[in-house]
């Protein structure tokens, strides 16, 4: 029995169709193991999906996750904002507005006991998932991660993340860079899954795109996305039966 993996972008919120599509997997892979990218809310931010995620998203379990662009704001208010108010550094309290993010803006009117529980969340995430699958008896990795990654990357990521100087590159190139359209070209057998604001779900080259604009899932053990007919039931109409 081979252990299906199955990445899912552009949730907006949307926890009930999150959660329809989710069992629609599980009545046919019960052992399915399911990883988030964004948007996990964008303008449609809900608690119930906060603390689902929050409930739920472990390291290595059913549900995982990587860090995603909404995170990263929330990172980077706290410590560099939050924590310099805290601290009397500024006078005046970092507020944030809902277009600027729409979980922030919520989670900066929490206590700050309740604001730490959504910090540690997010920094528990790492910024890439490493997956390893296997066709014909030959080994094929997949990064998963935000947005875009280039070979360089790769490279590193291969070695190892050995300095914090790597780390922080990564999470710009990852979080901040949706690509150019060339994608992904290294020639070996690497591919990126990453999510795609152009509101798409296509592969290319080496690169496997996710929609953020509607619910949208690649299957990683089988190369394929998720059939049409699983999506238009729980809503991601725009999704079309596709393979590598």
């Not at 009117?109 to 296997?134: A, F, G």
Request: include cysteine; hydrophobic fraction near 35%.
């Amino acid at each position: 029995c081979i252990l299906m993996r199955y990445v899912i972008s552009g949730l907006n919120g949307e926890l009930k169709i999150f959660q329809n599509l989710i069992k629609r997997i599980q009545a046919q892979d019960k052992d399915a193991i399911f990883i988030l990218l964004g948007n996990q809310f964008k303008i449609n931010f809900s608690w119930e999906m906060l603390n689902w995620l929050m409930d739920n998203i472990t390291p290595n379990g059913r549900f995982q996750a990587v860090l995603n662009k909404e995170g990263h704001i929330i990172l980077d208010w706290y410590h560099n904002k939050f924590l310099a108010w805290k601290n009397g550094e500024i006078l005046e309290y970092p507020s944030v507005t809902k277009e600027v993010s729409s979980i922030l803006y919520y989670a900066s009117s929490l206590n700050e006991k309740e604001l730490k529980n959504i910090i540690d969340y997010y920094m528990s995430l790492p910024v890439c998932k490493y997956l390893q699958q296997y066709s014909n008896s030959i080994q094929h990795d997949y990064y998963v991660v935000e947005s875009w990654i280039d070979s360089t990357l790769i490279k590193s990521l291969q070695s190892g993340l050995h300095s914090r100087n790597d780390l922080k590159c990564m999470k710009e190139y990852c979080l901040f860079y949706p690509g150019d359209g060339s994608d992904y070209t290294d020639t070996g057998r690497y591919y990126v899954v990453r999510a795609n604001y152009e509101g798409k779900c296509y592969t290319r080259r080496n690169t496997i795109a996710l929609s953020t604009e509607t619910v949208c899932c690649y299957c990683v053990d089988t190369e394929k996305f998720i059939e049409e007919e699983v999506c238009f039931s729980v809503g991601a109409c725009s999704l079309v039966r596709r393979t590598i």
